[in-house]
């Protein structure tokens, strides 16, 4: 937003000595006086161009005092500029796609589903917005999926385009030699991960553009599989500032499971006992600054998500700056074309009436 100021309005009256200027030259002619016996051979001569364009010079000067009156009021044209700094959050993603993500306890649009569809379903509306949540359109977010072993699927990026496709193409695993709940593995790969990002992410300025490190891990099972221990993972993030929000995922005692389907190729359900740890998710959380959260169904999911929202909040600050152009010395541009300084109008005014007196419009005291 641009806007015309004058810096010191009072010498705007100055612009009065233009008028006085033409009304000291005008008098002063007047006085000038020449005797002729007859102005008869005068008048049949006629008027020269020099005589009608007597009136040049004065009106030049006068405009260039007039300019000049404008010159000293400092009038400029101010430029507002906003700058917007945001100071996101670096939050990383960790799912249990292990086999018993399969159980089918929850629900979408109506209809059973299982629970890794649940999770990519809310997890994406927590990333893109949507669902009643607003999304996390300034931060970074990565997603790292485990069972058996633990898979880093998308980086920490502002592309998260790509990392819900990543999350929406994740599959339970259904092999018996990558099944299994490593995660401590999951979680010292995702606070390595946080760790790097907060390191790299530096601006020009020093500025930490990065505000906080969350983890969410998603998990519905105990660990039982992988090299590194949870409760040493959590401690691993704390140390670095990071914290973790645990979710178990699924319903208590029992749930209803795929078991194949009968000769008529219905499929079997069974209610299967499950058992999560949630002392030990408790504790991960505990030991980091986080929280721990239990999902029985698709609401209360989507009910943590809206809480982690509130928790883990993106900052913005707004920079206001003013840029002046001094229409005296610099130049301006106004509907596309440049206009010159009015200090240059003044020299040309000057320098044009100063041309024609002593040429062509000159007189004789």
Not at 187 to 199: C, F, H, I, K, P
Not at 264 to 290: K, W
Request: hydrophobic letters at 45%; glycine letters at 8%; charged letters at 20%.
């Amino acid at each position: 937003m641009n806007s015309i100021q004058l810096l010191a309005w009072w010498m705007v009256p100055l612009v009065v000595l233009a008028p006085l200027g033409a009304w000291r030259y005008l008098s002063h002619t007047r006085r000038m006086r020449i005797g002729y016996s007859s102005a008869t051979i005068a008048r049949s001569g006629g008027t020269s161009l020099a005589v009608r364009l007597r009136w040049v010079p004065i009106a030049l000067r006068c405009a260039a005092i007039a300019m000049l009156a404008i010159c000293l009021a400092r009038p400029v044209i101010a430029h507002s500029q906003a700058k917007v700094f945001v100071e996101g959050a670096a939050i990383q993603l960790v799912v249990d796609r292990s086999g018993s993500m399969r159980a089918l306890d929850f629900t979408l649009d109506g209809s059973r589903s299982n629970r890794l569809d649940a999770v990519k379903r809310v997890g994406s509306a927590f990333v893109r917005g949507g669902d009643g949540l607003r999304g996390r359109p300034d931060d970074l977010v990565g997603l790292i999926v485990f069972a058996r072993f633990a898979d880093s699927l998308s980086p920490l990026t502002l592309d998260h385009g790509y990392l819900i496709d990543a999350l929406n193409h994740s599959q339970p695993a259904t092999d018996s030699s990558e099944d299994g709940t490593a995660i401590g593995d999951a979680v010292a790969l995702g606070v390595e991960r946080l760790r790097d990002a907060m390191s790299n992410a530096k601006t020009g300025d020093g500025r930490q553009p990065i505000r906080s490190a969350a983890l969410i891990l998603m998990t519905d099972g105990e660990n039982n599989a992988g090299d590194v221990d949870p409760r040493v993972a959590a401690d691993l993030a704390a140390t670095y500032g990071i914290k973790i929000y645990t979710i178990g995922v699924g319903t208590r005692g029992t749930a209803p499971f795929p078991m194949g389907t009968d000769p008529f190729g219905r499929q079997i359900i069974r209610n299967v006992p499950v058992s999560i740890d949630e002392e030990l998710l408790t504790d991960m959380a505990t030991r980091s600054g986080g929280a721990y959260f239990r999902a029985t169904d698709t609401d209360s999911l989507h009910s943590i998500y809206e809480q982690i929202d509130q928790m883990e909040k993106t900052t913005t600050e707004q920079r206001q700056s003013l840029h002046f152009t001094d229409l005296a010395v610099q130049p301006s541009h106004f509907a596309g074309l440049s206009i010159p300084p009015f200090l240059v109008a003044v020299a040309v005014l000057l320098g044009s009436e100063l041309l024609l007196v002593c040429t062509r419009l000159r007189s004789v005291n």
